[in-house]
């Protein structure tokens, strides 16, 4: 069974500071891995979809990479901005034809100005 | 495109009583998905329809939980009877099919005195 883990599970920064969330999994076997971005009451919203067969996706001031044999994954976050405070989950999609996404319980992450 | 659209966005209701969740997933998606989100859980797939018949229920609970999609365009969960541990919030997604990513709604926060 997939597990996902993030670390930390709670990050507070000063503006401006880069930081760096982690996620790992337990299975290597996955077909993608995914971060999203959840605000308070709101739904979840995509920010990177890194295929098994990538190391890396960028946008913008995300930069998010992939180990997929040693089950590990990092959103880096350049520059960081109040904006960016929120929660970011790490969810993995298994191999072949499996459509489930297993999620991690996502690190809350506070940009204080 | 309105997104994925849940009712209500709250509810409050005594232990026993019975409980519908709504979803109106996204013009021309093929796939839907029913989440739950607890802080302890983190988030769960309950169930996954797709072209309206359930493919995977094997999230939901108990048999107290219930999902209907009658067509392409609304989909409900329901708890009957509702139990306080059923409090949190539910969501729901949708996807066109073999799409690499879930477009989620904006949640139901269900409590349950």
């Known amino acids: 069974k997939q597990e996902v883990t993030q670390i930390p599970a709670a990050l507070s920064v000063p503006e401006g500071e880069n930081l760096v969330l982690n996620c790992s999994f337990t299975?290597?076997?996955?077909?993608?891995l995914q971060w999203f971005r959840q605000d308070p009451g709101k739904g979840l919203t995509s920010l990177l979809l890194i295929q098994s067969s990538q190391r890396e996706q960028t946008s913008g001031r995300l930069n998010a990479s992939l180990d997929k044999s040693s089950g590990r994954s990092t959103l880096y976050i350049a520059a960081s901005q109040p904006g960016d405070s929120a929660t970011y989950l790490c969810a993995v999609r298994g191999g072949g034809s499996n459509y489930k996404l297993t999620f991690g319980k996502g690190t809350l992450l506070t940009v204080n100005p | 495109d309105a997104g994925v659209i849940q009712s209500p966005r709250h509810e409050v209701t005594e232990m026993g009583q019975e409980v519908t969740l709504r979803c109106k997933p996204i013009s021309g998606h093929n796939s839907l998905f029913w989440y739950r989100q607890t802080m302890m859980r983190g988030l769960e797939l309950l169930i996954y329809?797709?072209?309206?018949?359930?493919?995977?229920d094997s999230g939901m609970p108990e048999d107290r939980f219930s999902a209907k999609m009658p067509n392409a365009s609304f989909s409900t969960l329901k708890i009957q009877p509702s139990e306080p541990r059923d409090s949190a919030v539910y969501f729901c997604?949708?996807?066109?099919?073999?799409?690499?990513?879930?477009?989620f709604g904006p949640g139901t926060r269900l409590l349950v005195l």
């Open positions: 329809f797709n072209n309206n018949v359930p493919i995977d």
């Open positions: 299975d290597s076997a996955i077909y993608n």
């Open positions: 997604a949708s996807s066109p099919l073999d799409a690499e990513t879930q477009y």
